[in-house]
């Protein structure tokens, strides 16, 4: 005899799309190539690693994420600063894209607030928490229009409430 609990779930599961199945099953199989990926960069660059390999993902990951969402980047060419900071974390939760806020200071700092860890069911190695500091770090480049570093205030994997992190303009 089968519980209503596994009814319940049985029906959920019947409902599934085949796409939405074969999507997770791909970014479960990225996720678990690209943790072993972030292991290996942090332990050949040492203490570098984390630094380099946020700067290599910025380059690319918010453009391929957003065309990935189906969102057209170049949509936001003659936007002001202000209005992407308003609109592009709608847009990209709207999208399935992870829910965050960005909160500009006086001082040119990006603050990132992410709600959800998108990650978490796949890892919980730090290196995850550098792919998204690598995301943000990449948005926080193309508003400010200038080289930035990044800094972890706190992250969901590592037992914080929400993801945070801190963008600063870089001294060059």
Same mark, same amino acid.
């Given at each position: 005899?089968?519980?209503?609990?596994?009814?319940?779930?049985?029906?959920?599961?019947?409902?599934?799309?085949?796409?939405?199945?074969?999507?997770?099953?791909?970014?479960?199989?990225?996720?678990?190539?690209?943790?072993?990926?972030?292991?290996?960069?942090?332990?050949?660059?040492?203490?570098?690693?984390?630094?380099? @390999?946020?700067?290599?993902?910025?380059?690319?990951?918010?453009?391929?994420?957003?065309?990935?969402?189906?969102?057209?980047?170049?949509?936001?060419?003659?936007?002001?600063?202000?209005?992407?900071?308003?609109?592009?974390?709608?847009?990209?939760?709207?999208?399935?894209?992870?829910?965050?806020?960005?909160?500009?200071?006086?001082?040119?700092?990006?603050?990132?607030?992410?709600?959800?860890?998108?990650?978490?069911?796949?890892?919980?190695?730090?290196?995850?928490?550098?792919?998204?500091?690598?995301?943000?770090?990449?948005?926080?480049?193309?508003?400010?229009?200038?080289?930035?570093?990044?800094?972890?205030?706190?992250?969901?994997?590592?037992?914080?409430?929400?993801?945070?992190?801190?963008?600063?303009?870089?001294? @060059?």
């Amino acid at each position: 005899m089968v519980d209503n609990k596994e009814e319940k779930n049985e029906v959920v599961c019947d409902n599934i799309d085949a796409k939405c199945v074969m999507n997770h099953i791909c970014y479960k199989y990225a996720s678990m190539v690209m943790s072993d990926l972030i292991e290996a960069v942090d332990y050949f660059a040492g203490k570098q690693g984390p630094k380099v @390999l946020r700067r290599i993902l910025a380059k690319n990951i918010p453009g391929e994420m957003m065309k990935a969402l189906g969102i057209d980047p170049s949509m936001l060419e003659g936007v002001s600063e202000e209005e992407i900071i308003e609109m592009l974390p709608a847009i990209i939760a709207s999208k399935g894209g992870p829910v965050f806020q960005i909160k500009k200071s006086e001082n040119g700092e990006y603050r990132f607030i992410l709600t959800e860890c998108h990650f978490l069911p796949y890892s919980k190695t730090k290196g995850f928490c550098n792919v998204t500091a690598g995301l943000m770090l990449g948005f926080a480049q193309m508003l400010s229009k200038k080289p930035m570093d990044i800094e972890e205030i706190q992250t969901i994997a590592h037992g914080g409430e929400v993801c945070e992190f801190l963008a600063k303009p870089r001294d @060059l």
